[in-house]
């Protein structure tokens, strides 16, 4: 009869299994959870990712799954995938239970900055997250059509409740003022309105917020960070120059307000013709030279595709309407390269603050 082996055997083989990303073990990073020893010296164990769109989570159970194999007699080996978010540690005036809030930028217009927004928001909720979606953006709010959002928030109370899509709770300035009117507001009037969207929201508990900002560096930009402190911000952007320099510029405006740079998104980088070539309509790899330039991560780039403008008018984000096209699978791989970055500086955060 082979000898029974042990939960102390399995943890031990597990805290050889480091993580891609934090470069360190499993067990040290409280990820391995109920462990079971069963008949026949069989195993049953749970990893506990630090976000569901983890883009390694394969690698992470297959490297599981290899090292408990190693233990002499082991049995048969089940490994469940769990999830949960870290919060970013940062200090806020106004508590809420939201881990990550993060803002997608650009230093100019029509570079599909919404887009990018809305599909990133509803790729991490299908993967598991639990996400919000607050469009500040005040000269063009298009997240309510982009996400088929006809119903305006109601009121409990003092509390504004969400509508959701997809998904994910959404917030947006254009629920307010009437689709034919131009917002002439000022700077504490901007300022009051995003304190309400933050404050007078009843967000619930979020993994992530995404926040679409304006095109440009203003006041809505330092309303926010003022209010509700960031996680980190994305820059997108084209490949041609003109959209390079005015992306730069978003980028330094991060850096001026301390707020971390999680990473570059190029748009319509390429558009693929019906032979197989690639046409570059705005140039070539201009986001991964920003990135690469300013030593920021360069999450993905986004090939150009009639289906992406057809989602955002009839209010179905390609990641939802055409998951298997080109552009749908980019959007999906750039919004778990940002669940990867924030991960990875949560961790970073925790240790500071343990050392402190």
Same mark, same amino acid.
């Given at each position: 009869?082979?000898?029974?082996?042990?939960?102390?055997?399995?943890?031990?083989?597990?805290?050889?299994?480091?993580?891609?990303?934090?470069?360190?073990?499993?067990?040290?990073?409280?990820?391995?959870?109920?462990?079971?020893?069963?008949?026949?010296?069989?195993?049953?164990?749970?990893?506990?990712?630090?976000?569901?769109?983890?883009?390694?989570?394969?690698?992470?159970?297959?490297?599981?799954?290899?090292? =408990?194999?190693?233990? *002499?007699?082991? +049995?048969? #080996?089940?490994?469940?995938?769990?999830?949960?978010?870290?919060?970013? /540690?940062?200090?806020?005036?106004?508590?809420?239970?939201?881990?990550?809030?993060?803002?997608?930028?650009?230093?100019?217009?029509?570079?599909?900055?919404?887009?990018?927004?809305?599909?990133?928001?509803?790729?991490?909720?299908?993967?598991?997250?639990?996400?919000?979606?607050?469009?500040?953006?005040?000269?063009?709010?298009?997240?309510?059509?982009?996400?088929?959002?006809?119903?305006?928030?109601?009121?409990?109370?003092?509390?504004?409740?969400?509508?959701?899509?997809?998904?994910?709770?959404?917030?947006?300035?254009?629920?307010?003022?009437?689709?034919?009117?131009?917002?002439?507001?000022?700077?504490?009037?901007?300022?009051?309105?995003?304190?309400?969207?933050?404050?007078?929201?009843?967000?619930?508990?979020?993994?992530?917020?995404? =926040?679409?900002?304006? *095109?440009?560096? +203003?006041? #809505?930009?330092?309303?926010?960070?003022?209010?509700?402190?960031?996680? /980190?911000?994305?820059?997108?952007?084209?490949?041609?120059?003109?959209?390079?320099?005015?992306?730069?510029?978003?980028?330094?405006?991060?850096?001026?307000?301390?707020?971390?740079?999680?990473?570059?998104?190029?748009?319509?980088?390429?558009?693929?013709?019906?032979?197989?070539?690639?046409?570059?309509?705005?140039?070539?790899?201009?986001?991964?030279?920003?990135?690469?330039?300013?030593?920021?991560?360069?999450?993905?780039?986004?090939?150009?595709?009639?289906?992406?403008?057809?989602?955002?008018?009839?209010?179905?984000?390609?990641?939802?309407?055409?998951?298997?096209?080109?552009?749908?699978?980019?959007?999906?791989?750039?919004?778990?390269?940002?669940?990867?970055?924030?991960?990875?500086?949560?961790?970073?955060?925790?240790?500071?603050?343990?050392?402190?």
């Amino acid at each position: 009869m082979s000898a029974s082996i042990t939960k102390d055997q399995v943890i031990a083989a597990l805290s050889t299994v480091l993580d891609p990303d934090l470069k360190r073990d499993l067990v040290t990073l409280n990820m391995i959870q109920n462990v079971e020893v069963l008949d026949n010296n069989a195993v049953r164990f749970t990893i506990v990712l630090t976000t569901p769109a983890c883009p390694l989570k394969n690698k992470i159970k297959a490297d599981a799954h290899q090292a =408990v194999s190693t233990i *002499p007699n082991i +049995g048969e #080996i089940e490994i469940e995938m769990s999830a949960k978010v870290r919060s970013d /540690g940062v200090s806020r005036e106004i508590k809420l239970p939201i881990r990550n809030v993060v803002a997608v930028a650009s230093g100019k217009g029509g570079v599909g900055k919404s887009t990018v927004s809305a599909n990133l928001a509803v790729a991490l909720a299908q993967s598991g997250a639990k996400v919000g979606l607050m469009d500040a953006d005040i000269y063009g709010p298009n997240i309510p059509t982009m996400m088929h959002v006809d119903e305006p928030p109601r009121s409990e109370g003092e509390r504004i409740i969400p509508p959701e899509s997809f998904g994910v709770k959404i917030i947006s300035i254009g629920f307010f003022v009437q689709p034919d009117q131009p917002l002439i507001w000022r700077g504490p009037m901007l300022h009051n309105a995003i304190r309400q969207f933050v404050a007078d929201v009843e967000w619930g508990t979020l993994d992530y917020l995404i =926040v679409d900002l304006p *095109p440009g560096t +203003g006041d #809505i930009q330092l309303s926010l960070t003022q209010t509700l402190p960031l996680s /980190g911000g994305i820059i997108v952007t084209l490949p041609q120059k003109v959209s390079l320099e005015d992306a730069l510029r978003g980028l330094k405006m991060f850096n001026k307000l301390n707020v971390p740079i999680l990473g570059v998104v190029e748009n319509m980088s390429y558009l693929e013709m019906p032979d197989g070539t690639r046409m570059d309509v705005f140039g070539n790899g201009g986001g991964k030279t920003l990135a690469l330039e300013t030593g920021s991560p360069f999450l993905g780039e986004i090939p150009m595709d009639p289906q992406v403008r057809v989602g955002g008018d009839i209010g179905q984000p390609i990641v939802v309407s055409d998951p298997e096209k080109p552009a749908a699978r980019a959007l999906r791989s750039i919004a778990e390269n940002l669940a990867q970055q924030l991960s990875i500086q949560a961790a970073a955060n925790a240790e500071v603050i343990t050392e402190g």
